[in-house]
């Protein structure tokens, strides 16, 4: 018997059967999708926080209070260890970072403080974060304004009321993003004008950029955050003159804030990071929990599976008169195998094409779901999950229709022929 000859009988044989058949690929096409939207959501979410690190630049660095078991300079690898012995990062630490002669490899530092606050505008009202910052902050995470302006040194000096809003904590305000410089707000109940808004970023590394709001570092220092030092910050952000300075800013800056805190090497109270660091911890998140979901769903394609192997030992019971007819004129055993082994493939091959259309339906609906709430969020179907999810059913096909083929094949065409 020809592949070609196989095919044929296999198709007739299922068409036979409609309604089993159909009911048996229903589970090969809910594994098959499965996958597939499993793992366009979780390529699409690496790929989401990804870009959305990179789009701050590769050349930024983050210093954070508290040291690192994983070495100097820390890393998303290394526990975070702090303690009282930790001394907190300051404004004169910030200041020491600024002199080009010990860092010349730094291009910008921006120290912040940060917080949550309650804003309101007439009977409007969001919780945002919040944080106070230098001028020099704009620049070091690569802000852009969508109308208005950032923070100057005057208002920095003067300590004034002002504040830039993020996108989505001015059209939580006011309704709509446009056209809302020069209106006062309250933070914590007190007021502040608006001087700027920011384009939208939508999620970073540390939340959503969007719902927040910036004020003078000296405001905030005065009037809103308070910290256990006078001039405590929370983080400083350094920019590197490109990308290829980043390691030697790491080292500079290490080398001062050790000469600062009087710590040796290997015991240093405070973290430098890079964007390459949070990418690498980042993706190997989102890897492995895309291989996580991955699996759940392959748990579909095996019970789909089963589902095939079910079926094909009903259709040898029910076919064991026509196995022992085509036995007694002249079928062989591989012809029989054969016959079944199309079959169960047939079915899962069915299965795997139908379910990779559902598959890529359902990544549709959840991206037009994610651009309805406003989440830039686009599901990835790859040629590779899609290979990998149909070859994978139709291996199941053939895994499980193994052993229905092979009891078929081994029927005495006697014993077949008298079984009622």
């Known amino acids: 018997m020809s592949i070609f000859q196989a095919i044929l009988e296999a198709l007739e044989s299922l068409s036979g059967n409609k309604m089993r058949s159909a009911l048996t690929v229903l589970g090969i096409v809910i594994g098959v999708a499965s996958v597939i939207a499993m793992l366009a959501i979780g390529n699409g979410a690496q790929a989401s926080i990804t870009g959305s690190i990179s789009s701050v630049g590769t050349n930024l660095l983050f210093v954070f209070s508290g040291g690192s078991d994983g070495g100097p300079g820390g890393g998303p690898g290394g526990g975070m260890r702090s303690g009282n012995n930790d001394r907190p990062l300051t404004i004169a630490d910030a200041e020491a970072l600024m002199d080009t002669f010990a860092a010349p490899s730094v291009a910008v530092v921006a120290p912040v403080i940060q917080g949550n606050a309650l804003l309101t505008f007439s009977s409007e009202k969001t919780s945002a974060s919040i944080s106070g910052v230098t001028p020099n902050y704009a620049q070091a995470r690569n802000l852009e304004m969508a109308e208005g302006e950032f923070i100057n040194e005057e208002q920095a000096l003067g300590r004034m009321s002002v504040v830039v809003l993020g996108p989505e904590a001015a059209k939580t305000l006011f309704g709509h993003a446009d056209g809302v410089t020069g209106e006062t707000i309250r933070i914590e109940g007190q007021p502040f004008r608006v001087i700027g808004v920011l384009t939208a970023k939508g999620g970073g590394a540390f939340g959503s950029e969007d719902n927040s709001a910036y004020i003078p570092f000296s405001t905030a220092q005065a009037r809103l955050i308070k910290r256990g030092a006078r001039d405590q910050v929370d983080i400083i952000y350094a920019q590197a003159v490109s990308a290829e300075a980043v390691p030697s800013a790491v ?125 830039a969020f686009v599901p990835i179907v790859g040629w590779d999950a899609v290979l990998l999810s149909t070859s994978f059913s139709a291996v199941i096909g053939l895994f499980f229709g193994i052993y229905p083929a092979s009891r078929a094949a081994k029927l005495e065409p006697v014993e077949a022929l008298r079984y009622e």
Do not use: C
């Open 251 to 375: 080292e500079e800056i290490s080398d001062i804030l050790r000469q600062r805190h009087r710590t040796p090497v290997g015991l240093d109270d405070f973290s430098v990071m890079t964007q390459q660091d949070f990418l690498s911890a980042f993706s190997q998140i989102a890897g492995v929990l895309t291989i996580f979901l991955g699996g759940i769903a392959g748990i579909s394609l095996l019970v789909g599976g089963i589902g095939v192997m079910n079926i094909m030992l009903v259709s040898v019971t029910e076919r064991t008169k026509e196995i022992g007819l085509r036995k007694a004129l002249g079928a062989r055993k591989r012809d029989i195998l054969l016959q079944f082994l199309t079959e169960s493939s047939m079915l899962s091959l069915i299965g795997g094409i139908v379910g990779t259309f559902l598959g890529w339906v359902i990544a549709r609906v959840v991206e037009y779901v994610a651009t309805a709430t406003g989440n």
